[in-house]
């Protein structure tokens, strides 16, 4: 018979035990262009010596498996570990089906050219290049160094059915799924559903083009995603794939490509990526940690007992993210789909609505508030607490402040005017990705506002953070300001504003009065006495730095 005869009965067998392979497949592809042609006419690099038939290293029409369809291979008798995560759904069982008899091959633990029922050691069909088993470090291998680590790849072997779809709430329903993904018997979801082992017209024996991650989405329903920045860009081709690994994933838990997170969105957000570069701010001396820690964060965790930690995904939702402006203090499209903690303490595991939220997710009553290098009279780390619209005074980032009359307010704002916490921290560079990923300035600031140290000089660069808000000409103008003797301490005897002033405010559940906290003012009292006072109503201060107290303004 001629090799050509041969080669085409070949092609026939195999139809007949694999659903939806014909001799010629979509794109004029067939096995025989494929790397899974391991004969010597194979087009990869691993193939036979000799060996001029194709479908031996899969099927055989006699003495074989007793595994359908055919199977001339032993199987893995592997323990695998499977995939999970706080966020699986499903039940994924020990590989079964079509999963386990394409493990025979692609967990790395039985000779290539092994048929049923010989050492599966050796090579009986002899292959070139020296290969035995499915090398470890190729992407092909699924089972790592031992054979079995599935942990790290999409879970299969679990029935999709109807009542899981509505369980997990993401998934859309098996009905909706196109013909070319199959599911097997019992609506077992296999390497079959995504893979097609005799065809490769899309790459990977993909069942279907998966640009704009379309295969993906026939099963995958994420709420917010098809509207979101991550899915619309014309740069997100590639879309699921570009953050998600379905195999030999770096980061286990949903199946990051890298194991480090923030790896993932620098794929894209550097300067090498193409998108906003936030690899570079990050960097800077003060920022967010990203870097930190590996696998502490989990979407399902409690912010209020988690560990410290923190990485993109606690401001941002990647799958929601969409490039729409907001005001204060209303979260900007860029942290729509994050949950964060309420002014009052509630947790709000869905959509925080504001972007304070977000920030109380890590800056409120979590176990790892910081301490503060400014030491004050009335010392509090929970920021919440700084904020509550119950304080005498503070920063009207949840509720508008309690100051009616601030003539150095730009004129941009007034004292209806609500700001953001990123209006005060961020990047100092604005040619750079905005928001509090890095700083030059301590504190992760957007601008200089020096605190430590007194007596101090004055610049107005020394407290550029404030002018952004406050115009100097009128808050040091006695006539103009609403405290005449601003210019007298801050420029004559050179005192910075952090020394009587707290930004955030001043929580009353410390012990703050109106009369003695209002304005903000709370003594930082490295320079201050910690028996120093304030009397908003007498306007009158009993401070260390005074030669007479009280002094009467």
Not at 140 to 156: E, K, M, T, V, Y
Not at 220 to 249: K, V
Not at 447 to 465: G, I, Q, V
């Amino acid at each position: 018979m001629s090799k050509l005869k041969k080669g085409a009965l070949l092609l026939v067998f195999g139809a007949l035990f694999w659903p939806g392979s014909g001799g010629d497949a979509e794109g004029g592809n067939s096995v025989l262009t494929t790397k899974h042609n391991l004969s010597v006419s194979g087009p990869g690099e691993i193939k036979a010596v000799s060996e001029e038939r194709v479908c031996i290293f899969c099927h055989t029409p006699h003495h074989a498996n007793p595994s359908t369809p055919l199977w001339s291979r032993d199987t893995s008798s592997s323990e695998y570990d499977l995939y999970d995560s706080t966020t699986l759904v499903a039940k994924p069982g020990q590989p079964s089906g079509s999963a386990r008899l394409c493990l025979s091959c692609h967990d790395g633990t039985i000779a290539l050219g092994a048929l049923y029922g010989s050492d599966r050691n050796v090579n009986v069909i002899s292959m070139a290049g020296g290969f035995v088993k499915l090398p470890a470090a190729r992407s092909s291998n699924l089972g790592g160094p031992l054979g079995r680590d599935l942990a790290n790849d999409h879970p299969i072997s679990f029935p999709y059915t109807s009542e899981l779809a509505q369980l997990n709430g993401q998934l859309n329903l098996p009905v909706s799924l196109p013909s070319g993904i199959r599911l097997e018997q019992g609506n077992m979801l296999q390497c079959t559903a995504c893979h097609n082992p005799h065809k490769n017209p899309y790459g990977k024996f993909l069942v279907t083009d998966n640009s704009r991650s379309q295969l993906c989405v026939y099963c995958h329903n994420i709420a917010g995603f098809q509207a979101s920045r991550h899915a619309t860009a014309p740069s997100m081709a590639a879309g699921c794939t570009l953050c998600h690994a379905t195999h030999n994933a770096g980061g286990k838990k949903r199946l990051l490509a890298y194991a480090a997170e923030e790896e993932n969105c620098y794929r894209c957000h550097s300067d090498p990526g193409g998108a906003k570069d936030v690899r570079t701010p990050a960097a800077k001396f003060y920022s967010h940690p990203m870097g930190a820690t590996i696998g502490v964060h989990d979407p399902k965790e409690d912010p209020l007992t988690a560990e410290k930690h923190v990485e993109c995904s606690d401001c941002h939702n990647p799958h929601k993210v969409v490039a729409s402006a907001a005001s204060a203090p209303l979260a900007p499209g860029v942290h729509l789909g994050v949950g964060g903690v309420s002014s009052s303490g509630e947790v709000l595991p869905g959509d925080a609505v504001n972007q304070y939220q977000i920030c109380f997710r890590c800056h409120a009553d979590n176990n790892f508030s910081g301490n503060q290098t400014m030491v004050r009279q009335i010392q509090e780390v929970n920021t919440r607490l700084d904020f509550d619209s119950a304080n005498p005074s503070y920063h009207p980032v949840v509720a508008i402040g309690k100051g009616t009359s601030v003539p150095s307010l730009r004129t941009s704002l007034s004292t209806a005017s609500m700001i953001y916490c990123t209006d005060c921290h961020g990047n100092d560079d604005p040619t750079q990705a905005r928001g509090p990923h890095g700083s030059n300035f301590k504190y992760l600031l957007a601008a200089r506002y020096e605190t430590d140290s007194y007596p101090l000089s004055y610049s107005e660069d020394n407290y550029a953070l404030c002018y952004r808000c406050h115009d100097q000409l009128v808050l040091l103008d006695p006539l103009k300001s609403s405290f005449a003797p601003h210019a007298r301490h801050v420029v004559d005897h050179k005192v910075p504003c952090s020394v009587c002033h707290d930004p955030h405010g001043v929580a009353a559940t410390r012990g703050a009065s109106t009369n003695a906290n209002a304005h903000l003012i709370n003594f930082d009292i490295r320079f201050v006495a910690a028996g120093g006072s304030y009397n908003s109503a007498g306007r009158s201060c009993s401070v260390s730095c005074h030669a007479s107290n009280p002094h009467l303004y």
